[in-house]
């Protein structure tokens, strides 16, 4: 389940099994208790924000775009 | 006539055509209309969601059980269903993972499986909706019940058409293992449909 599922359809479907697990996870323990199902939704979006955060600081980030400007100058 | 107007008429009849539309660079235009649409569906699907969970739990007058008594969800019938739409998303990979190792009778194979789940599902729907025992006017638990999961069989069926399109197109030899764009796309909205159709079987039947 990493990836945007919107960029290809093999990603996309791996969120729906990704999808089918998660919410496999919160209807068992809502099923135990109600208050454990919330806080197992509580705690499935903590770690989702974590990774999604985790993820955007470790993506490598591209070089810097040479400005038009500088490019188009002549030399001197 | 100056330079510059010459200028001008000579640009001018070089480019044919209505005028090159402009777009960032930092965004691919069919991107950003993929991120749009599915910005829309999610404030749709949310609006839905808002008025179920209103129903069901924030109005002062909502009922001690869902549904309420004497009514009773099919939640078997809708587990099968939900176990036939996510199959279908299995055979929508496969479909497209025979396209892009040159397998023609694969990807045919694989859409038409996914139609053949896709249409059995929305039968299933139509069948549960006749022999539910409540209709729209039996209250708001009923227009929530109706709207999430009409709302929800509407998407299968653009879904369906969709992968209809597709389907032909394969048949008659589109496609290959470089230009698959055609099954990429329907199949991003086929598994987005069938997550949705998750959200909405914990929501409404299970919980």
């Known amino acids: 389940m990493t990836g945007n599922p919107l960029r290809d359809e093999a990603t996309a479907f791996h969120w729906v099994l990704g999808a089918v697990v998660v919410l496999a996870v919160i209807v068992a323990a809502s099923w135990i208790s109600t208050w454990l199902g919330i806080a197992v939704v509580v705690l499935l979006a903590v770690v989702a924000a974590w990774w999604l955060m985790s993820s955007r600081r470790n993506r490598p980030k591209p070089p810097p775009a040479e400005s038009a400007s500088v490019e188009d100058t002549p030399e001197p | ?207």
């Open chain 2, 1 to 207: 006539m100056s330079a510059h107007a010459e200028a001008l008429h000579g640009h001018a009849d070089d480019h044919h055509g209505p005028p090159v539309a402009n777009s960032s660079s930092r965004l691919a235009p069919t991107i950003l209309g993929m991120y749009l649409f599915i910005a829309s569906e999610a404030m749709l699907f949310g609006a839905f969601f808002t008025a179920y969970f209103f129903v069901r739990v924030v109005n002062p007058t909502a009922p001690d059980s869902w549904p309420p008594e004497p009514y009773e969800f099919p939640k078997f019938v809708a587990g099968i269903n939900t176990a036939v739409l996510v199959t279908s998303s299995f055979t929508m990979h496969w479909a497209l993972q025979s396209i892009k190792r040159n397998n023609r009778r694969g990807l045919q194979a694989g859409l038409v499986l996914t139609i053949l789940m896709g249409t059995a599902f929305l039968l299933t729907q139509m069948i549960e909706y006749a022999h539910v025992g409540f209709n729209t006017g039996d209250g708001a638990f009923a227009s929530v019940f109706f709207g999430l999961t009409g709302l929800h069989g509407a998407h299968v069926f653009v879904g369906l058409t969709l992968l209809t399109i597709a389907a032909v197109r394969a048949f008659r030899g589109h496609y290959s293992p470089e230009h698959h764009h055609g099954v990429e796309i329907p199949g991003i909205y086929w598994h987005f449909v069938d997550i949705m159709w998750l959200v909405v079987y914990a929501a409404v039947y299970l919980l």
